[in-house]
């Protein structure tokens, strides 16, 4: 995995990582850059990276249960593979054309990985690049190459560079048909984006429901609330949106609504068994307030 290092101390990666190099600081510790107070945003990029452990999560995620969160429970899609790790981009995710190149060739020649990963690439496509190049050489020696396409669409020229090289194994993701439920509260007529609503949660309401207010969710919120039954509304923050689905659950309710807390979009992370949960479903904070102000005003 060519990427900005990894969190090797994470609970789900441990004992996954096999090997690396560092080559931000040229030494043997493919660690993320580590928060750093004295340094600010740039562009609205933190000082600080996550990225490469994230991948590395998906990829090699050991789904170990020796620990008391839950981070450390997400298994990967190859749970039993060998970690390698390269640290190519550094502080706030840069990364240049050298770093790359000098991480292929380590990992190909020196290493000899069975396989390739790059999540990241440039705004800009062209299949001639060096780091295209690169892992088409990789392919010819045997490597399996797996490159993001980008993340840019749809427009002209979107797939990104590494992500044209031509032997590699470029990865999209493609934007499904979104449920926009209906909400029709007292007299108030309004559609609510709901965001990343996991299909076996998504819950087909064709008869009225009561609507409660409930806070932040937590099980203090809902003392003296009789929500069986109903349609909670609870802003996000204190607690892990998946515990107050849990919470909600335990109380009876049967939709939840999580409006943000802040402008822009978020999707709630339910990590866990589908029945542990109630139906939930993510709004913006505009929609929460809206919603907010209709229930609490009666």
């Not at 429970?73 to 240049?96: E, F, H, S, T």
């Not at 299949?127 to 980008?150: H, R």
Request: hydrophobic share 35%; charged share 20%.
């Amino acid at each position: 995995m060519l990427d900005s290092g990894v969190d090797y101390h994470h609970p789900s990666l441990k004992g996954a990582l096999k090997g690396g190099y560092d080559f931000v600081d040229n030494d043997d510790d493919p660690m993320e850059t580590q928060p750093n107070k004295a340094k600010p945003k740039i562009d609205g990029k933190e000082y600080h990276t996550t990225h490469g452990t994230h991948v590395a999560g998906i990829i090699v995620g050991r789904g170990n249960d020796d620990h008391p969160g839950d981070s450390g429970k997400i298994r990967g899609i190859a749970p039993q593979a060998d970690l390698y790790a390269y640290r190519v981009n550094g502080p706030y995710g840069k990364g240049n054309t050298e770093r790359t190149l000098r991480a292929i060739e380590h990992a190909v020649y020196q290493d000899q990985v069975d396989v390739l990963n790059l999540s990241f690439g440039s705004d800009y496509n062209f299949q001639y690049t060096a780091e295209s190049v690169a892992l088409d050489n990789a392919t010819k020696a045997g490597i399996v190459v797996a490159v993001a396409a980008g993340n840019s669409g749809p427009k002209p020229r979107m797939l990104n560079c590494p992500g044209g090289a031509h032997a590699a194994i470029s990865v999209a993701a493609s934007c499904p048909p979104v449920l926009t439920p209906v909400f029709h509260v007292e007299g108030l007529y309004q559609k609510f984006f709901s965001h990343h609503a996991t299909p076996s949660l998504v819950l087909a309401v064709d008869h009225p429901l009561e609507a409660v207010y409930a806070g932040f969710g937590t099980p203090d919120d809902y003392k003296n609330k009789n929500v069986k039954g109903k349609l909670v509304l609870v802003a996000r923050g204190k607690i892990r949106s998946g515990n107050k689905s849990r919470i909600a659950k335990i109380a009876g309710t049967a939709v939840l609504i999580i409006f943000n807390d802040k402008d822009g979009d978020w999707a709630p992370n339910l990590h866990g068994d589908v029945d542990e949960f109630v139906p939930t479903y993510a709004i913006s904070q505009a929609d929460g307030l809206i919603l907010k102000n209709d229930i609490t005003s009666g």
